[in-house]
């Protein structure tokens, strides 16, 4: 058996600067709020904190389009600023992970600004720039946030390709150039003692040989760029040489954000033997409940039947077992409030469900990571309209999908934007019931939840009976019983649409986790071994064979 590395015990905290506490009262996080609250992410009891990206940018995409990868965005502080976090995070024991998006640059990077000077400008091949085929774009890729892959830039009549938004524009990783900047950038970050890297979109990267067209969806106007690009022919030629190049210089951990994988694929991202990646985000279980129109995609609001779900990460938890390495997660910054969407947010249930979800997740095979604000069971942020919302993914899809294609009615869409859309994630930190829950003394960047009064940070750490502490029992067990490392998994019942149960199998002991995924209370006997001892449960006491709404249970026992 290999040996267990740190980043297989460790449970991984998102935060989102901008939304997470604000020191100055310019109404956005920044990195001495963080700083402030390391005392309280040590309490919970987290090994890692991830941080979204903190990097100089014209906030198009907030952050993910970066215009300078060596400063910090003033928003956010100073690289003194980070070097001091960066020292009273370890000096805490908490690890800092940042993210690395290379995918793509801000159009305002010095160099995509010397990209578009001229056709034969030397940063010209740093980006991908095609002639107009018949004065249209070059092939008929849509972007992820919909509308066209491709912009036409005035200056030299070519177009360059971005697969997120026109401010976005894409590198080119086939040129060795674009490589080498991006490794050494990289190297720059580990000397300054960083602890590793999220990358976005990693499974991106290369892109097929000579960017053929896709199929184009009923009612659509482009092909989906994600089944065009993902996986590209050399992305694991580009992820091995990077670990040689700099991944290898320091015991970090790296997670590639690997949207359009599959288990074959994974497998090889993520494959034990290190020639990659630690472990890579896969998408499936939160594609689940996408609208079966593509043309749609997450556009929806339809719930998830629990048989689809408990197969999906069955299957995840089944192959990768020995070969690869899962990461956890039920959301992050691009999903909505997972207590709204596979728990109940209702005042009856929120912290029952928040517990339970919880629960099921932290004891599977993987790492684990809680977003901000999922320790309180924070929930989708209803209280915001039209005038409210930030974010471009949300934006674009009312001037694509509503304005321009009529696929939507704008009430349609704010039906679903209020089940699934990025900002539900994205409202402040909730701290307290004064104004603006503590997040800030000024006027906040994205409005708050209107719920903050009651479920905030204050509220929780007062209340022995919290999600806060369950979420602190779990990464405890995690931490003090190795078969939650290791354990082998295994499915009960998996046509049962109510109940969640399965088993962590090692050699001399084995876990059994048992989860109501409904309202109801409803009976379920399992042939569970005799000396089973109940380590936690979301209820105060435990009647056998019968499961009350939302019930979650992980029993310990000795074969
Ligand atoms: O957010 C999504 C759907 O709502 C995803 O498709 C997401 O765009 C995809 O997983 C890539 O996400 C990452 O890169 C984007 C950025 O906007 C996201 O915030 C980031 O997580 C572009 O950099």
């Known amino acids: 058996a290999t040996q267990t590395k740190w980043w297989q015990k460790a449970v991984v ?62 928003e956010f502080g100073t690289m003194a600023d980070f070097q001091s976090l960066l020292k009273d995070a370890h000096d805490h024991g908490l690890k800092i992970v940042m993210d690395l998006v290379v995918n793509h640059t801000s159009n305002e990077h010095s160099w995509f600004i010397e990209s578009r000077s001229s056709k034969d400008n030397p940063k010209r091949d740093y980006y991908i720039w095609r002639d107009p085929v018949d004065g249209q774009a070059p092939n008929n890729w849509g972007s992820f946030f919909s509308g066209p892959a491709w912009q036409l830039d005035e200056a030299t009549g070519q177009y360059y390709l971005h697969l997120f938004v026109t401010e976005q524009p894409d590198l080119n990783w086939a040129n060795p150039a674009v490589r080498d900047e991006v490794y050494q950038m990289m190297n720059r970050w580990i000397d300054l003692g960083i602890d590793g890297f999220r990358m976005d979109v990693i499974s991106l990267i290369s892109k097929p040989s000579g960017l053929p067209n896709g199929p184009v969806p009923a009612g659509a106007h482009y092909s989906n760029v994600n089944q065009a690009v993902a996986n590209g022919p050399h992305v694991h030629e580009y992820l091995q040489e990077m670990r040689n190049q700099v991944l290898n210089r320091a015991d970090l951990m790296t997670v590639g954000e690997a949207s359009g994988v599959d288990i074959t694929n994974a497998k090889e991202y993520a494959n034990l033997n290190g020639q990659e990646l630690n472990m890579v985000f896969q998408f499936e279980h939160v594609e689940l409940d996408f609208n079966p129109d593509p043309a749609l995609g997450k556009w929806d609001n339809r719930p998830l039947p629990l048989v689809k779900l408990k197969a999906n990460l069955s299957k995840w938890q089944d192959q990768l077992y020995g070969r690869a390495w899962n990461s956890l997660f039920w959301m992050n910054h691009d999903q909505p409030r997972v207590v709204s969407r596979f728990g109940n947010d209702s005042p009856a249930y929120r912290v029952r469900s928040a ?205």
């Open 355 to 559: 517990k339970m979800l919880a629960t099921v997740l932290h004891m599977l095979q993987g790492t684990p990571y809680i977003y901000q604000g999922e320790e309180l069971g924070m929930t989708n942020a209803e209280n915001l309209g039209w005038d409210d919302f930030d974010d471009i993914e949300i934006l674009n899809a009312r001037k694509f999908l509503v304005d321009l294609d009529h696929l939507l009615t704008a009430d349609q869409l704010l039906d679903y934007v209020h089940y699934k859309g990025r900002d539900n994630a994205r409202t402040p930190m909730q701290w307290s019931a004064s104004a603006n829950a503590g997040f800030t003394t000024g006027t906040p960047w994205l409005k708050l939840n209107a719920n903050y009064s009651e479920i905030n940070v204050d509220q929780a750490l007062g209340d022995p009976d919290s999600v806060f502490y369950h979420y602190q029992k779990l990464i405890k067990l995690r931490h003090d019983l190795p078969i939650v490392t290791t354990g082998r998994y295994h499915l009960l019942d998996p046509d049962d649409n109510q109940v969640y149960a399965y088993q962590r199998i090692g050699s001399h002991e084995g876990l059994f986790v048992v989860a109501n995924f409904t309202a109801e209370t409803v009976e379920r006997y399992y042939d569970c071994p005799n000396k089973s001892d109940l380590l936690l449960s979301n209820y105060a006491d435990d009647r056998h064979g019968t499961l009350r709404p939302y019930e979650a249970k992980i029993y310990h026992y000795q074969k």
């Open 13 to 74: 905290y998102q935060i989102y600067p901008r939304s997470f506490q604000d020191s100055t009262g310019n109404g956005i996080g920044d990195l001495k709020g963080i700083e402030s609250r390391l005392d309280y992410l040590k309490q919970l009891g987290v090994d890692v904190l991830w941080l979204n990206p903190i990097y100089q940018s014209p906030n198009h995409d907030n952050g993910y389009d970066i215009s300078d990868y060596e400063a910090i965005n003033p």
